[in-house]
Structures are given as structure tokens and as C-alpha cells.
């Protein structure tokens, strides 16, 4: 969803473009469509149309010098977004000011040449932009033509994007780089962008859909839709997918609805919930991540999260037939007595119970499932767990981790905190019912499990949303009747649920 910035120091650098598809003018639209203000400093003005790229005339450098000592002084930009820059004066200008700013996040689409091959930058200006800029970048977005100027690389075809963006990375000490795989396109294949992480770790984002033609003003856009939504406080991994739905979207569009080949970004479309699961792209930080798990073969329903072992058998006898097992701060000894007792009372009273992160003991003991959260799927042998037939449940709080999750085909994907909660630390705001609605659209056949803050009042309203399951942690292991409790919620399931099949394990 789009927040609202009523100040929201964004600064765009970059040429003109007549036809308003790329260059600065787009990047004000992009704003405009993400709800962010932005100011722009005018470096360059083309002479092109819809066809051809004909002229660059570079701004005067003592005019660009006016332009944007004035605008950095009055707006004091946390993120600057820049794209042709057509001078060394201008390079120069920019990299003092970041220098002096380090805390400004600077994103620069390399654009060195038009589509059609004519450079926009000379060898002396390319060559200042490469020792004085690109250092500074905090996200660098070139596509595959730019990085070959960037790495002088005329065989870089033959090489992986994952090599090509690492070298980019180290060479030039560049915090991020997003290589662009629209221009790796052949037959049958979708692009695939690649986002750079720590060391040689990345994050490979690939569109559900090949468009087939030059859609004008996607790289701009792309970039500009980033810039805007880090302005808006997003982490870059979740500013990127977001980008890339909305660009998906506008692509659509200007494939099936417009009379032109390119991106508009014409009205608040953003506003828009964000539940086209085609739009979403698919999300993995290993290329061979693609699996699919065991499915739930009832619904999930009423599924608490406990601490310990003897809960179960509690539970089990009051109904329950799912369980999560949430074992923290034991030894090695105790996690595996405790899971190994857990599946035996699992078994005896046919449950379905999901170990949380102790993956290992639970192919071990052969355990129904595994719940994972986003920095245990980093660690975890996905592998050995689909080849050991276990269900697999993820955590997810954003959109870059619900794309990521969705890409792996769990047995059930859960959001959480969904209102506020102090059983542990959360780094992400309540999510909300709006949010639980949207995620049930995207999750589409996947179950879909609520987590966070839910106790008695909420249960009505969040089973209302669609969901498969209702997960509580207090609820449960805070209560002065759990008898009561768990009827309680078996009764707003049962109203939920309605009359759906159960099975037997």
C-alpha cells in the first residue's frame, strides 16, 4: 500500500524528454503516483520524439551549479535519484555534495546511450563517473548494455547477471547493484532482475509475464518508483518488489490499453490494493529455491503456538488439531527430547504439528511440518525438507516476503503481527485486517494463517477476512481456563469453516 509523505525530499536529476516517457518528467510522475513530492534539477534537454533520439544539449554548467545549490539548500533531500548527467562539472557537483551528505541515499540509472545506441556520455565524462560517482551509490540499476560500458566488458553475454552485478559491487564499491534482465530476453523467458546482498549472497526478482516490444520508460521508472518508495521509509529488497508490481501493472496496460508503447503512470493507480497476484514478481535468493511442499488437506483452523510439550496432549484433548511447537533457549538434548516426545504424542492423537525452525530434528523424528521465518529460510536445507516430505509453513511481513514465500509453494503461508503484540520482538508494525484481506487474494490456493495480537474480540473479524487459520500464542498460554478458551475459539472456526472436509493424517 502507498503511504502518504507530505514532505518527502526526493530529488530527481536528469534530462528532459519531450514526449515525458523517461527523464525527469517521468520521474515526477512516478512521484506523483507513489503520493511523493519531489523536486527535479534539469541536466540535460533532447530533442526526440515517440521514433528517434536526435539531440542532447547539455544544461550550462554554471546554470545546472544555480539549479542545484538552490534546491539542495531549501529541500535537503534524503534520497537523490539521477539519470543522464551530461557534464563532468555535473559529476563533480553531485559527488561533493554526496561526500558531504553520506547519509543521503543516492540511486543513479546509469543511462549512457539511447535505446537505439547513440552514447549520452562521452569517454571523459563516462570515465569521471566511474571513479568519482559510482562510489557513492548506494543503488546502482544498470541493464545489461550499461554494465558492459561500466565494465568495459564487450563479452559480457556469455557471462551469469548473478557474476556480472558482484563484479559491478566489488570493483566499484557500490552498496547495491540491481542488474535489469529485460535486455537478456529470448524466446520463452521472462526477464529476471538481480539485487546484490552481502558477499556473493543476492535477490533474483522475475516478472510473471514476458511483454513482448520496447515498452518505453522502464529502467526511468523503475528507478524513480524505487527511489520514491525508500523515500517513504521501504527497505530496499521491499522497495524493489513493490516497483517492480506497479511496473508490471503499467506495462500491462500500456500493452492492452494504450496507443503507444510505454509506461504513463497517469493516475493514483497505486492507491490501489496491491492483490493481482500476476502483477507480484516471483522472489528467490537461491535460483534452485523453487520447491513444492506436502499441502494441508483440511483446514488449518484454530492453531495454537506453544512452548512446550505438555501443552500438547492439553490440547489434543480438548480438539485441537493443529500445533506449532515454539521451542527457545534449550540445549541440544532437551530441543530433541522435547520435538521426539511431541510427534509421539502427535501421532497418538493424529495431529498436525509444526515444528518452529528446528528443522533438522524434525526430519529427524519425521514430524508432520516445519514453520520457518525469513531468516531461518536462509539457513535451512529446503531441499532436505521437501525431500523428507515435511509441510512447510513461512512467516511473512511484507510483500518482498510474501512474493519470496509464494515462489517456494508452502504448505501455508502466515502474516503477522496482525494487531499488536509483545510475545516477541517484531521489527514490523501491526498488519492489519485490510493487509490480511490483500494477502488472502495473492496467496489464492495456498492456506493462509493470521498470527499477532488476536485473542477473543478479534477472532470474528480476522476468520471474516478468509483465512484457513488462526494462530495465538498468549491466547492460550496465558490463559485462567483453557477449556473455556479453546471452545471459544473452536466456535467462531466451526462458524468460519462451516461445514468443509477434515481428514485424517
Known sequence: ???????????????????????????????????????????????????????????????????????????????????????????????????????????????????????????????????????????????????????????????????????????????????????????????????????????????????????????????????????????????????????????????NDLPQLEVRYLSYYAQDAMDNVSYLPEVSYQKTEHKKYPQMYHPIGFYPVVDHVDWLEKLAKLGVRTIQLRLKDLSQDELGTQIKKANSVAKAYNLSLFINDHWQLAIKHQCFGVHLGQEDLDAANLHEIAQAGLRLGISTHNYVELARALTLKPSYIALGPIYPTTTKEMKFNEQGLDKLRIWRKLCQETPLVAIGGIFEPQMSDVWKCGVDGVAVVSYITKTQDLQRAVATAQDFEQIALGNRIEYSI
Open 1 to 255: 500500500m502507498i503511504k502518504e509523505n507530505n514532505k518527502a525530499n526526493l530529488l530527481v536529476i536528469g534530462g528532459i524528454d519531450p514526449t515525458a516517457h523517461a527523464g525527469v518528467l517521468q520521474d515526477i510522475k512516478v512521484a506523483n503516483y507513489f503520493k511523493v513530492d519531489c523536486a527535479a534539477v534539469i541536466s540535460a534537454n533532447t530533442v526526440q520524439n515517440d521514433r528517434d533520439f536526435m539531440m542532447l544539449n547539455a544544461v550550462d554548467d554554471a546554470i545546472f551549479y544555480e539549479q542545484f545549490t538552490a534546491i539542495v539548500n531549501a529541500h535537503k533531500p534524503q534520497v537523490i535519484k539521477s539519470g543522464v548527467l551530461a557534464s563532468v562539472a555535473q559529476i563533480k557537483m553531485l559527488s561533493k555534495f554526496l561526500q558531504a551528505n553520506p547519509q543521503v541515499k543516492y540511486i543513479c540509472d546509469p543511462v549512457i546511450a539511447t535505446s537505439s545506441g547513440g552514447m549520452l556520455m562521452n569517454a571523459d565524462i563516462v570515465s569521471v563517473f566511474k571513479q568519482q560517482l559510482l562510489p557513492l551509490c548506494y543503488l546502482l540499476t544498470p541493464n545489461l548494455p550499461e554494465a558492459a560500458i561500466l565494465l568495459n566488458d564487450e563479452n559480457i553475454n556469455q557471462k551469469a547477471p548473478v557474476e556480472i552485478a558482484h563484479t559491478l559491487k566489488s570493483l566499484y564499491g557500490i552498496q547495491y547493484v540491481l542488474l535489469k534482465g529485460g535486455h537478456a530476453l529470448v524466446e520463452n523467458q521472462r526477464g529476471c532482475d538481480y539485487l546484490t546482498l552481502a558477499s556473493q549472497e543476492g535477490v533474483h526478482y522475475q516478472s510473471k509475464a514476458v511483454y513482448e516490444g520496447n515498452i518505453r520508460g522502464t529502467g526511468c521508472a523503475l528507478a524513480s518508483s524505487i527511489a520514491a518508495l525508500m523515500t517513504q521509509g521501504e527497505e530496499i529488497t521491499e522497495a524493489i518488489c513493490i516497483a517492480k508490481y506497479h511496473l508490471s501493472q503499467q506495462m500491462d496496460k500500456a500493452v
